[in-house]
């Protein structure tokens, strides 16, 4: 297989061993077999991981770079990859996961320790802001909305996830603003009063 391995993870000829690895990393996670996925998702997979294996390799990559050449095997010879051959003399802990050992054993975790929520409010609570407690996975949580919450707007709260291996991941709350369906006539009378201050104001975002 003659493939540009630089090209494969995205990086620059020059690129320093922890960026190579970051890129992987990225690529990984992305194309894990574990994530699902079709053949070409698979193939993605397994030139990423020949890619990496080639230039974290101090000695690989400089043969590579000198002569192009992919036909990298355990004993240093001709044969290229198969599957994963080249791959021996290493240990993966797969864990249960079927991740690649060290490599992600904490990216993995914190990857999927992280967890994200969507709360619905209403317009007033958007406008002026409000106090809640929320329940997210069995995490209470207190949360100040903002006044001038925006719809869509997500807020980030450190250690309010899933537990992993190096700690705790991060919830990432996403507001939803709801607009009634169903109001009293109170509150219509309220919705009319705020309808005409706007059309008073000429600039109602304020520009």
């Known amino acids: 297989m003659n493939n540009d391995y630089y090209k494969i993870l995205g990086v620059e000829k020059g690129a320093t061993t922890e960026e190579i690895k970051k890129a992987y990393r990225k690529l990984a996670l992305q194309y894990h077999p574990d ?13 990423a991981s020949e890619a990496y294996q080639v230039l974290s390799d101090p000695q690989k990559r400089s043969q590579y770079d000198q002569f192009g050449k992919t036909d990298f095997s355990a004993g240093g010879g001709q044969g290229g990859f198969s599957g994963f051959q ?12 079927g991740g690649l050992g060290d490599i992600f054993e904490n990216f993995f975790g914190q990857a999927f320790s992280q967890v994200q929520a969507e709360i619905k409010i209403t317009p007033a609570q958007a406008v002026i802001g409000d106090k809640l407690e929320l329940d997210i996975d069995g995490e ?13 707007q997500s807020f980030r709260f450190q250690g309010k996830g899933r537990a992993h291996k190096g700690g705790k991941g991060d919830l990432i709350l996403t507001i939803r603003i709801e607009i009634p369906r169903h109001i009293s006539e109170e509150q219509r009378e ?9 059309s008073k104001k000429k600039s109602w975002w304020g520009r």
């Open 35 to 47: 994530r699902g996925g079709d053949e070409a998702t698979a193939k993605k997979f397994k030139e």
């Open 86 to 97: 080249g791959f021996e003399g290493a240990e993966f802990d797969f864990g249960g996961f």
């Open 190 to 198: 309220l919705y009319r009063q705020l309808r005409q201050a706007e």
């Open 140 to 152: 209470k949580i207190n949360f100040d909305i903002p006044a001038g919450t925006q719809d869509g």
